[in-house]
């Protein structure tokens, strides 16, 4: 069993930064590969970034452009996810999600075991 607590969500304005982690628990962090998704309000939830257990592949969603960054310190069991450049539209709860998969791809929601609980994100324009 794993617990993912994120942290790190609030109210932005266009154009600034925020830096979401994810702090695990209950089993060995490091075995696993970790993901972010994301879900706006009425519309499904949606793959961010992966990093695969070691830390040394990640995998980028489309729409990020290469604003999001996906990191890892297996030492401190934890996953972030640093968000620059926001936008309203990247306004969602965004979830921490692991996976017992060693990935060399993008996370998708079948690979999934374990689920945050989320953290709203909201960028205001």
């Known amino acids: 069993q794993v617990q993912?607590?994120?942290?790190?969500?609030?109210l932005v304005q266009a154009g600034g930064s925020l830096r979401l982690s994810c702090a695990a628990s209950g089993s060995t962090?490091?075995?696993?590969?970790m993901g972010w998704f994301r879900q706006a309000p009425g519309k499904e939830r949606e793959f961010?970034?992966?990093i695969s257990w070691?830390?040394?592949?990640t995998y980028?969603?489309?729409?990020?452009?290469?604003?999001?960054?996906?990191?890892r310190d297996n030492?401190?069991?934890?996953?972030y996810l640093q968000m620059n450049s926001l936008k309203p539209e990247d306004t969602a709860v965004y979830y921490c999600a692991a996976s017992p998969l060693h990935l060399r791809r993008p996370m998708v929601s079948q690979d999934v075991s374990y689920?945050?609980?989320?953290t709203l994100v909201t960028v205001s324009s």
């Open 4 to 10: 993912l607590v994120e942290s790190g969500g609030g």
């Open 29 to 33: 962090f490091s075995v696993y590969s």
């Open 48 to 50: 961010v970034l992966t």
């Open 54 to 57: 070691g830390g040394s592949s």
């Open 60 to 71: 980028y969603s489309n729409f990020e452009e290469g604003r999001f960054t996906i990191s």
């Open 75 to 79: 030492a401190k069991n934890t996953v």
């Open 115 to 118: 689920w945050g609980k989320g």
